[in-house]
C-alpha cells in the first residue's frame, strides 16, 4: 500500500472531474516568491498553508494555517519548512486557496472482501470524528460498479437535502471510479464542501492510498 501525499491526491481527483483547491506544493521559500509572481490566485485568494507530509493531526500539531494572505501565507510556510515533528521533518508545505464553504460532507470509498464499499455521511470535516454512526454504506462486488439509482438511494439514506442528492450520486460514481482505475485501497474525502456561489461541490482534503505493486499499470504517477 503507497500513500499519496495531498497534492499529488488532489490532482488524482481532478484528473477523474473531481473539484479541488487550486494549489502549489513548495520545498523553499524561493519557489513560493516566484510562485506568487506568476500565480494570481495566489495573490489574490486568501489561503490554507498545510506541511505536506504524512504527519497525522496537522491541525493540533500547528502544521495547518488558515485565512492567510500572501505575507502571511509566506511567513507560515518559512517557519513549517525545515521543523521536525515526530521524527519526521517537514521537507514540503502545500498552500491552496481557502474555499469559502458553509457545511461539510463525508466520503470514501474503501477496498473490503470481494469488493469496495462506498460511504458517506451528511457531517464531516472534525464533527465526524464523534459521529461514525451517521456514515452510511452501499457495497460493490467485484467486477461491477455501482449503479446510479443505488448512490442516489445511498445519499437519501445519508440525509442529504433534496437538492444535493445527485450531485453527491455523481460525485461518488466519480470518487469510485478514481479508485477502481487508480488501483486504489483507499480514498477518503473529509471534508467534502459545496463551494458558495457557483454551489459546486469541491474535494477540500483527502487521504488516499493506491496499490504501490500496480505502479507498473500506472506510468503517468509521480508520487
Not at 498545510?50 to 492567510?68: N, P
Amino acid at each position: 500500500m503507497a500513500k499519496v501525499l495531498e497534492g499529488p491526491g488532489m490532482d488524482l481527483l481532478k484528473k477523474w472531474g473531481m473539484e479541488t483547491p487550486r494549489h502549489v506544493v513548495i520545498t523553499s521559500s524561493d519557489q513560493f516568491t516566484h510562485l506568487a509572481h506568476v500565480n494570481a490566485w495566489l495573490r489574490d485568494s486568501k489561503l490554507v498553508v498545510k506541511a505536506h507530509e504524512a504527519i497525522g493531526s496537522r491541525m493540533k500539531l500547528g502544521l495547518v494555517k488558515v485565512g492567510l494572505d500572501l505575507t502571511g501565507a509566506e511567513k507560515a510556510a518559512g517557519e513549517m519548512l525545515g521543523k521536525s515533528v515526530g521524527g519526521i521533518t517537514v521537507g514540503q508545505v502545500i498552500i491552496s486557496e481557502m474555499v469559502a464553504h458553509e457545511k461539510e460532507y463525508y466520503v470514501a470509498v474503501k477496498s473490503v472482501r470481494d469488493g469496495a464499499e462506498i460511504l458517506t455521511a451528511s457531517v464531516g470535516g472534525i464533527e465526524i470524528e464523534s459521529q461514525w454512526e451517521k456514515i452510511q454504506r452501499l457495497f460493490v462486488p467485484v467486477g461491477t460498479s455501482p449503479q446510479p439509482a443505488d448512490l442516489k438511494k445511498l445519499a437519501k439514506s445519508a440525509g442529504f437535502p433534496a437538492d444535493l442528492v445527485d450531485p453527491v450520486a455523481e460525485f461518488l460514481a466519480k470518487l469510485y471510479e478514481c479508485y477502481d482505475q487508480e488501483d486504489g485501497q483507499y480514498l477518503e474525502i473529509n471534508p467534502l464542501t459545496r463551494r458558495t456561489g457557483d454551489r459546486q461541490l469541491v474535494a477540500l482534503d483527502a487521504v488516499i492510498m493506491v496499490d504501490g505493486d500496480a505502479r507498473f499499470r500506472h506510468p503517468q504517477w509521480d508520487f
